[in-house]
């Protein structure tokens, strides 16, 4: 597995179509969350927000979305007919991303990391 130090080296590893998938999202999550910091954390692209916030990674068959597992199973009836894991979701490659969704998606993972602030 390689090291990866940027975002940009690692969209930059794959194929062309899952090239314009990665940075289209990479992208999107930038506006839904300007004042989030991107980074490699995890050997995957990730934006942190009061700690990490959501990472995503590309793969042969899919776009790996990683928001945690509350996410997941807040969001669970949203999230049927997608393949998940506790703390993952997987978009088929050939398929659009939901963006309505990830945007949905996003918006908990904001709401959680910007709580663990107020608890202090």
């Known amino acids: ?3 990866y130090t940027t ?3 690692y969209i930059a590893s794959f194929p062309q179509e899952t090239k314009k998938i ?11 969350v300007p004042e989030a910091k991107q980074k490699i954390s995890y050997a995957i692209p990730t934006f942190a927000l009061n700690g990490n916030l ?4 590309g793969y042969k068959n899919h776009i790996g979305l990683y928001p945690g597992s ?9 999230l049927k007919g997608y393949r998940t894991s506790k703390g993952t979701i997987q978009f088929p490659i050939e398929k659009p ?3 309505a969704l990830i945007k949905k998606i996003v918006d ?5 990391n910007l709580a663990k602030t107020k608890k202090k």
């Not at 908990?108 to 959680?112: A, G, K, N, R, S």
């Open 97 to 99: 991303l939901p963006m």
């Open 7 to 9: 975002i940009d080296q």
């Open 70 to 78: 509350k996410a997941i199973e807040i969001l669970a009836d949203d």
């Open 22 to 32: 990665l940075q289209q999202l990479r992208e999107d999550l930038q506006q839904m």
């Open 54 to 57: 959501i990472h995503f990674a």
């Open 1 to 3: 597995m390689e090291k």
């Open 108 to 112: 908990f993972c904001v709401t959680q």
